[in-house]
């Protein structure tokens, strides 16, 4: 499944205008929504997780093109049922779409093939897709 396209304008906040050194404000940053398209109308992005203990990421959350908010949410707890690595899902816990392992982000995986093919020695684990017929 592909991952949601929405982004959102994330203004700084006021306190750390007013920490910021005179001439050196904080500049407004894009955030791009985690989760995959099939979700409701309330995107997310990760911004930090402050220790990994219940609550501790903090997401921004918004609706189309309103306003963003901070909120503290716990992780997902679910845990890919068929990768022996045990791989914790990496989006919030309730999240409204598939889990993490479930997404794809078009962009990466088109720069990934192209500079798979630019750069085959970078690669390695990619194996030989020149000859397999396989397109990119």
Known sequence: MNRCTALALLPPPD???????PGHRPETAHVLCELATDHDDH?????????????????V????????????LPWCPARHPRNAANEACELFSAHPSAHSWDITDPTHTAITHHLTRQHPHLFPQSGDHENDGSRS
């Open 15 to 21: 306190r750390l205008i007013a920490l910021s050194p």
């Open 43 to 59: 995107h997310a992005a990760l911004l930090w997780d402050e220790g990994g203990h219940p609550g501790s990421a903090v997401w």
């Open 61 to 72: 959350r918004w609706r189309g093109s309103g306003l963003a908010r901070l909120t503290p």
